[in-house]
């Protein structure tokens, strides 16, 4: 694997070739932030928290750090007006699922956002899919699934799945940024029961 | 039927159709495009059929065509050679039409176009305004050939584009030429099609797929379908030729599962041309091995979107995924592929059978050939138009669909479907060129639905977004949390319950949404919105401000005074 240098926020870092922008700036201890994440999985490119700002061949573009390769010679900004300004209003948007998530509070307190920006919302998942992608790509079980699309969009547990597989596992449940997983889960197995109980 | 093997064998063929043919000048078109369709059409070429019976006229056929353009007048049907053109046709009018027209000559005056300003009547299909005004190439052909028949389609030459090429070109050639004739993907971004095709053939691979997408799910846009429903085999056509010049193997129609009578026709032409040797292995002993398949998606509009389309087909969700190498390198199953529009490969016989010079010398400087759009919405003529690029919005909307409804003022014509915008009175004048509309912040999408003073922006831009909101993957949250906000804040101005610092906060969401977003319909979302609110911000400042609907559409809280 060929190294390769780029610049990130001002500073020269040293990357490999594939590495994505995050790992690049997490080598470097530079923070971006994410909600959707994870190191075992595949990128999602989801909740756009990692937006930054990208300038390659004399052009500037937004990109998700999660997902963009790195490539030589290219600047990369983590913070900027724009930048911020975005992570604000996702922010919001996802506030009004969960005003009370810890990860998101603390980022919205960072970022300014006002958790009564916009309305309301009865579900308290930001759809992260952190659950349903570490259940099909590390555990293999494909017990958790998305159902529907568009803002109709949810997360569900299979009942006779989850029945047989989930009471020894959890691994999801620290991964939810708003305990969303675990809620569902537990609705799953007080209508159909658990089979290792 | 034998396969042919050779080119000389399908020309031999050809002589054999046009010899047989040679007789039978006249004939009567009858509509059979999903417009007329829905005005029982079937019935109508059947009653033709039994009354040519009984008037004992032989010599005239009855030919049950693809989409002919005029939808508002259907269902249409045309009298050949003379082109005498009847509207709204029933099937009490059929006796009539054989009689007079048919075995005397004779023009049945009630049924002719008339002209709502001058009170005429036009005998003839290319003396009515809505044909004058058109320059139709692509889908000129649609009044001669019945989409069923494979004869039909060779009777007018076709298969001729082929045929040169696998003589006369190597692929490199083909290239070449469609580069020349500058073509761009007509799915409204406008990427050079040479340059996809040139990628394509350059990438190393055992498999190469080609994809031909007729996916087509803006609201108002019916364009792609009628195309292919009235001339599928142009469509292989071209797509053999694509498979020739990047030398792909296997090829796919993508097409949504509501459109039935599409996939009847195409998957009828695939056979007929598997039948004849058109398809296969060893294409006229050419040496050309290509097989067309359909593909019919479950009907989710992101699948339009190339990512989320390809995941669809390999039988995953159809969500788009971010990648970072074009579908040329690795595309469908991780082989390079090429994925055009409908209309692109509609154009591509003709560029290789008229040329990339005579291609080049129709439209503007950087838009050539020709468009086609469905016009729709409250116009006086409404259907299937194809015009030159560069010609004027207000020619379309005035001369070829005469102007709006019942005397009503013209507000905007709609273009680009739901991640479209509005192009109001004043820039009317704006041509039919990719890189016009995107100066304007639109695209030129297939669709154009004109809408006038009792039609109410709001509502509209409201309507677009809840379809949005259904039909997005609902993965990213610029689009998903977005449109949700946006509907409710839609909602509430609709209801007069909306305040200033509402538009403020669709401003922001907007913004967001198209930095953000993760595919073209995310970052696409909020277009009409932000067309709507550069054109008509006073509509919505009405219904905020004076709790007033403009259109008369929302229904507005009484006002205590």
Known sequence: MSEITLKIDGKEVKANEGMTIFDAAESAGINIPTLCHHEKLQPYTACRICTVEIEERGRTNLDTACSCPVENGMIVRTRSPNIDNIRKTLLELMLSHAPDAPLIVDLAKEYGADKDRFEKEPMFCILCGLCVRYCNEVKQKHVITFVDRGTNREIAFIPELAAKECWDCKECFPLCPTEYAQATYMLTRALIGDEKQ | ?561
């Open chain 2, 1 to 561: 039927m034998p396969k042919i093997a050779s080119i000389s064998e399908l020309e031999k063929l050809r002589a054999g159709i046009l010899a047989k043919r040679s007789q039978e000048t006249k004939y009567i078109a009858v509509c059979g495009g999903t417009g007329c369709h829905s005005r029982d059409n079937e019935k109508l070429a059947k009653i033709f059929a039994e009354s040519l019976k009984k008037n004992g006229i032989k010599d005239t056929q009855i030919k049950k065509t693809g989409c002919l353009g005029f939808c508002e007048q259907g269902p249409v049907a045309i009298i050949y050679p003379e082109g005498i053109f009847y509207c709204r046709v029933t099937a009490e009018d059929v006796p009539e039409i054989v009689t007079e027209t048919i075995a005397n000559n004779k023009v049945v005056e009630r049924l002719l176009y008339k002209n709502d300003e001058t009170g005429e009547r036009i005998v003839h299909e290319n003396e009515i305004p809505f044909y004058e005004g058109q320059l139709r190439s692509t889908i000129a052909d649609n009044n001669r050939i019945d989409p069923q028949s494979i004869e039909d389609y060779l009777a007018i030459g076709g298969y001729g584009a082929l045929c040169r090429v696998l003589q006369q070109n190597t692929p490199d050639q083909v290239i070449a030429e469609v580069k020349k004739a500058s073509i761009r993907g007509r799915s409204g971004n406008g990427f050079a099609a040479g340059r996809k095709w040139e990628a394509c053939q350059k990438a190393e691979a055992d498999t190469k797929y080609i994809i031909c997408n007729c996916h087509e799910g803006d609201p108002g846009a019916f364009v792609d379908r009628r195309m292919i429903e009235a001339n599928p085999h142009n469509i292989l056509e071209g797509m053999l030729i694509g498979a020739f010049a990047m030398k792909a193997t296997e090829g796919y129609i993508f097409v949504g599962d509501e459109f039935p009578l599409t996939v009847r026709n195409i998957e009828t032409a695939i056979k007929q041309a598997e039948e004849h040797g058109l398809l296969g292995e060893n294409i006229l002993g050419s040496g050309l091995n290509f097989r067309v398949m359909v593909y019919i998606d479950g009907g989710n509009y992101v699948c339009g979107e190339s990512t989320a389309l390809m995941a669809s087909m390999e039988g995953r969700i159809g969500e788009p995924i971010a990648k970072y190498d074009h579908a040329t390198e690795h595309g469908l199953f991780g082989k390079p592929t090429d994925l055009n529009n409908l209309q692109t490969w509609a154009n591509v016989p003709l560029i290789m059978s008229k040329g990339a010079d005579w291609y080049t010398t129709i439209g503007t400087e950087r838009s050539k050939g020709t468009r086609v759009f469905s016009l729709s919405g409250t116009v006086k003529n409404s259907g299937i138009v194809e015009v030159k690029m560069g010609t004027s919005f207000r020619k379309i909307v005035f001369e070829i669909g005469s102007g709006v409804k019942d005397h009503r003022k013209f507000k905007a014509v709609e273009v680009g479907g739901p991640m479209g915008g509005f192009i109001p009175e004043s820039e009317l004048d704006m041509p039919v060129d990719f890189d016009e509309l995107t100066k304007a912040g639109l695209t030129l999408g297939p669709g154009l639905i004109v809408i006038d003073e009792s039609n109410c922006i709001v509502e509209m831009v409201r309507y677009f977004m809840t379809f949005l909101s259904n039909e997005s993957c609902g993965k990213c949250t610029p689009c998903r949390e977005g449109l949700r906000q946006m509907i409710k804040i839609m909602n509430r101005i609709v209801k007069g319950k909306g305040t200033m610092a509402d538009l403020g906060l669709l401003e922001a969401i907007a913004r967001v949404q198209k930095s953000a977003a993760l595919c073209a319909l995310g970052k696409g979302a909020s277009n009409t919105l932000s067309s709507a609110l550069k054109n008509f911000r006073a509509e919505f400042e009405a219904h905020i401000n004076e709790k007033q609907c403009p259109a008369g559409v929302c229904r507005m809280p009484a006002v205590v005074k």
